[in-house]
């Protein structure tokens, strides 16, 4: 099922509600579902590689402590974070400010950072260990089958 825009984030802890969450494709709802949001997004900084590196393990441990205590959705609210760090990063690797548009709406001319790139490889490698972690896709298989 997809994730469902029509709920009221600002009043639903998902926390005591997780029947409410739908996982959606990619990063979708990564921006809106509480308490995970919160818990997770002052971690979030892909500017150098240091801070990416400190980021991205700050959040993949969050991504194990929610598996541990068989909390799915933290767990997959921290995978689309580390997801988040990976697309952003890759985004200001590829043009500068990331902008990929101009205010005409034309693509800008890609400028390859180094150091985002760098960022960006960081994040993926956690993205990877928690979007195949096995535990993390058995938890992901059965809220889908009970929630949808």
């Known amino acids: 099922m997809a994730f469902n825009y029509d ?13 409410k969450y739908r996982v959606g494709r990619g990063e979708q709802g990564v921006l809106l579902v509480e308490p995970y949001k919160s818990e997770i997004l002052p971690n979030w900084r892909f ?16 991504f ?16 689309k974070f580390l997801q988040m760090g990976y697309t952003r990063a890759r985004r200001y690797t590829n043009y500068k400010g990331g902008r990929k548009y ?8 890609r400028q390859i950072d180094p150091v985002k790139a760098k960022s960006a490889e960081i994040f993926e490698e956690k993205w990877k260990l928690a979007r195949t972690d096995e535990e993390y896709l058995k938890m992901k298989k059965a809220h889908q089958k ?3």
């Open 7 to 19: 709920l009221d984030f600002e009043n639903i802890d998902f926390r005591k509600n997780p029947e």
């Open 47 to 62: 500017k150098t590689p240091e801070e990416a590196e400190e980021s991205s393990e700050k959040i993949y441990k969050q």
């Open 64 to 79: 194990l402590d929610y598996k541990k205590n068989k909390e799915f959705v933290g767990a997959d609210m921290a995978r």
């Open 102 to 109: 101009d205010k005409n709406g034309e693509i800008n001319e």
């Open 146 to 148: 009970e929630f949808g």
